[in-house]
């Protein structure tokens, strides 16, 4: 299951209306993450794909089809938002705070802090080609789990017949772009990859909300920290990482680790055995 806290023995014993009540704020999260990260992360850049805006200088045909991503991806964060609205109406759950940032959105902000400017654009193309594959699997695997409750589930699987055509559009993209750039910009994007998918694949934001709904049922803050410690505590990022060793088959196969020093910056990083 997505979400261990529900499965917490403190949780149990705080009975089916606490179990439901911490399901519900994730499924909140999970749609405000989706709305925040469709519009503000992936049509940021999909955007400038479209009007070319970005140094590969993408074929015509690909600057079209990156236009229907940013369609179906404002569609996305529609319906995700929607669904928040339809779930607070039917439980009467009001949502507690939701982050306004993503892990997603932090690691792109921190790159763009290690960045020279002149190659943010180039950065979050890649940025984006690593995302749209990575939530795919996270989406087809959340999508498995009979145990989700069916309007989460029909959400989420009406999401993914989209998100199986874009991870493969991004893939293309991806090959591309990394083939167009420059040996000194494909040396410079190398260098900051690995601390990207360090901050991008940590669990901070998740341990933060976590807590707070733990605080919102009642527990007090030592309980609230142990129960965090349980869930999270045992969070390290190794070649091990599902997600990790996905993104890093996907540089293997669009040609990431062909050319130029990235598979050398992975390894000299540890997350590359
Ligand atoms: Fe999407
Ligand atoms: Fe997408």
């Known amino acids: 299951m997505r979400q261990p806290l529900a499965t917490h023995p403190d949780i149990a014993d705080l009975g089916e209306a606490a179990r439901s009540f911490a399901l519900?704020?994730?499924?909140?999260?999970?749609?405000?993450?989706?709305?925040?990260?469709?519009?503000?992360?992936?049509?940021?850049?999909?955007?400038?794909?479209?009007?070319?805006?970005v140094a590969s200088a993408l074929p015509a045909e690909v600057r079209q089809i990156a236009l229907t991503v940013v369609v179906d991806e404002a569609y996305h964060a529609l319906v995700a938002r929607d669904f928040i609205a339809a779930v607070h109406r039917s439980t009467g759950i009001e949502p507690l705070p939701l982050p306004s940032e993503t892990e997603l959105s932090l690691a792109i902000e921190q790159v763009h802090g290690e960045l020279d400017p002149a190659l943010h654009d180039d950065f979050d193309v890649v940025a984006i080609c690593i995302a749209e594959n990575t939530l795919t699997k996270e989406i087809v695997e959340l999508s498995r789990d009979?145990?989700?409750?069916?309007?989460?589930?029909?959400?989420?699987?009406?999401?993914?017949?989209?998100?199986?055509?874009?991870?493969?559009?991004?893939?293309?993209?991806l090959a591309t772009h990394w083939q167009a750039l420059t040996d000194e910009r494909r040396a410079a994007l190398a260098a900051v990859l690995p601390s990207f998918v360090t901050h991008y694949l940590n669990v901070e934001i998740q341990r933060g909300f976590d807590a707070s709904i733990l605080r919102a049922l009642g527990l007090d803050e030592t309980k609230v920290q142990s129960v965090v410690d349980d869930l999270h505590g045992g969070f390290r990022l190794t070649p091990r990482h599902p997600m990790l060793a996905s993104i890093l088959a996907m540089f293997e196969r669009v040609g990431v680790f062909a050319l130029g020093p990235a598979r050398d910056a992975f390894r000299a990083s540890g997350l590359l055995s």
């Open 24 to 53: 519900v704020q994730s499924a909140y999260k999970y749609m405000n993450d989706v709305a925040l990260t469709e519009t503000e992360v992936i049509n940021r850049t999909a955007i400038r794909i479209a009007n070319g805006r």
């Open 146 to 173: 009979s145990e989700l409750a069916t309007p989460f589930l029909e959400a989420l699987q009406d999401h993914l017949a989209d998100e199986a055509m874009h991870a493969a559009f991004f893939q293309r993209v």
